[in-house]
C-alpha cells in the first residue's frame, strides 16, 4: 500500500545499470522520418485525441493524487487501452534494499519470484485496490473489470519522454473520504517511474502536480513478467511496441487519423452508421441546411502548415462545397464532389496552418443541402 504522505525524506540509493528511458522529443508530425513506427509525441497525440467524452468510462471522477483535485477521468482510447492524465506522488514502498525509513515493505503486486516490487528499481504506477462506490459496475475506473491485474504494463507520458511501466502498488480502503489513501486516487508512481520521466523522486518533497499521462494496456499478454533487476528493462523493452499499436492500423506514418465521431454537430447533424465502409464507429452525417457543420477536435504536436485529408461520402448528384475552419478562421472551400453512392468514401485535402496541441477543424456547408457525410480526417 502506499504511503505518500508520512514518508520522510527518501536519500536516493546507489544508481543501478537500469535501460535508459525513451528521451524522445515532441517531434513534428509532419517532418517525422518515415519509419514503421511512431515516435513518443505522435502516439501521445493519437491518445490525446481519443480521451474524449463519448470514450469516459468512469463515471464519477477520480482524484488527483498530488493536488486532491477531483476532475481525474479514464478513457478508452483504444480497444482495452484506457488512458488518464494526473499528477505523480512518489511511492516508496516495497524499496528494499533501498531502505526509506518510511516506506512499507509490500506492495500490493510481486515480481515473477515472489518478491515484493521495489520502488527505487522497478517503475511502477498505483491504482484503486477496490471499487469505492461497491457498486458494480463501478461509476470509477476500477482494473478488475477491465481485464488488468498486477505487472499489466503502461506507457507513462511526462514532457516530451515516455518509459515503460508496470500496475506495482494499489491505493487502499474504501471510505476515507478525507484521507490521502483513496482507491479513488489516480496519480501515484514509484521512484523509478519518476527518476526516469525527469520528476523530482523524493518520497516528501518529489512528484508533479499535473501533465504525467498513463496509458494502460489491458490483457493477459501485457503482463510484464520478470524480477525486481530485471522488471525495468523488460517494461522499457515493451514501449515501442505499445507506441506503434496505438497508431492508426494502416495510416501513413507520421500522419495520424482523427474520426468524426469524436466530434460534435451543429443542430440537426446526427452520428449515423447505416451507410458501409466508414472506419471508426461510424461517421458524421452533418444537417442539410446551409451553414451546417462538423467540428473534429484534432491534436499534433508542434505547430506548422499541416494538410488536411477529409475522408467523405457524397452519394448525390451535386458536390457539396464546404467551407473548412481551424480554431474559428475560414481557410478556404473544398468542393466534395460526387461519389458513386453512399457507401463509397473519397478524400478531398487543403493545406491549413495548426497550433501545437489541441486545435477544432470545422467543416460548414455552403449549400441548402449541407455537407457531405465526413468519416474521417487524417492530419500528415
Ligand atoms: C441520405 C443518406 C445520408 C445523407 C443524406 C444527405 O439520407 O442516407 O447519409 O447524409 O442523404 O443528403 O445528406
Redo the contacts with the bound molecule.
Keep these: 500500500m502506499s504511503s505518500i504522505r508520512t514518508r520522510l525524506a527518501v536519500a536516493a540509493a546507489a544508481a543501478l545499470a537500469l535501460a535508459a528511458p525513451f528521451a524522445l522529443t515532441n517531434a513534428d508530425a509532419a517532418t517525422a522520418p518515415a519509419a514503421a513506427s511512431l515516435t513518443a509525441a505522435e502516439a501521445l497525440a493519437v491518445v490525446q485525441a481519443n480521451m474524449t467524452t463519448a470514450n469516459k468510462v468512469n463515471t464519477k471522477p477520480h482524484i488527483n493524487t498530488m493536488t486532491r483535485a477531483q476532475n481525474v477521468n479514464v478513457y478508452q482510447v483504444k480497444p482495452g487501452v484506457y488512458a488518464y492524465t494526473s499528477g505523480m506522488a512518489i511511492d516508496t514502498d516495497g524499496s528494499d534494499p533501498d531502505p526509506d525509513p518510511d516506506h512499507q515493505g509490500e506492495t500490493t503486486w510481486e515480481d515473477s519470484n515472489g518478491n515484493a516490487l521495489g520502488a527505487h528499481h522497478v517503475p511502477f504506477y498505483v491504482l484503486g485496490d477496490d471499487c469505492w462506490d461497491r457498486t458494480s459496475p463501478c461509476p470509477h475506473f476500477f482494473y478488475r473489470e477491465r481485464s488488468m491485474s498486477g505487472r499489466q504494463f503502461a506507457l507513462m507520458f511526462y514532457n516530451g519522454k515516455v518509459i515503460g511501466s508496470i500496475f506495482g502498488d494499489t491505493q487502499t480502503a474504501n471510505s476515507q473520504t478525507t484521507s490521502d489513501n483513496d482507491s479513488r486516487e489516480l496519480g501515484e508512481a514509484s521512484v523509478k517511474a519518476a527518476q526516469l520521466l525527469g520528476i523530482p523522486s523524493s518520497g516528501t518533497t518529489g512528484g508533479v502536480d499535473n501533465g504525467v499521462t498513463v496509458v494502460m494496456f489491458s490483457g493477459s499478454s501485457w503482463v510484464v513478467n520478470g524480477t525486481n533487476s530485471t522488471l525495468n528493462d523488460n517494461a522499457q523493452a515493451l514501449v515501442q511496441k505499445a507506441l506503434d499499436s496505438l497508431g492508426t492500423g494502416g495510416g501513413t506514418p507520421g500522419s495520424t487519423l482523427f474520426e468524426a465521431e469524436s466530434g460534435t454537430l451543429s443542430t440537426g447533424g446526427t452520428f ?1 452508421s ?2 458501409a465502409g466508414f472506419t471508426g464507429t461510424g461517421f458524421a ?1 452533418p444537417a ?1 441546411a446551409a451553414g451546417a457543420y462538423a467540428e473534429i477536435p484534432v491534436t499534433v504536436s508542434a505547430a506548422g502548415t499541416k494538410t488536411l485529408t477529409f475522408r467523405y461520402s457524397d ?2 448528384t451535386a458536390a457539396r462545397p464546404a467551407t473548412i475552419s481551424v480554431n474559428g478562421t475560414s481557410r478556404g472551400t473544398l468542393n466534395f464532389p460526387i461519389t458513386a453512392n ?1 457507401d463509397t468514401w473519397s478524400t478531398a485535402s487543403i493545406s491549413v496552418p495548426l497550433t501545437a496541441g489541441a486545435n477544432t477543424i470545422r467543416v460548414t456547408g455552403t449549400t441548402a ?2 455537407a457531405a ?1 465526413i468519416d474521417s480526417v487524417t492530419v500528415s
Design positions: 449515423d447505416n451507410h452525417n442539410n452519394g448525390t453512399w443541402v449541407g457525410n
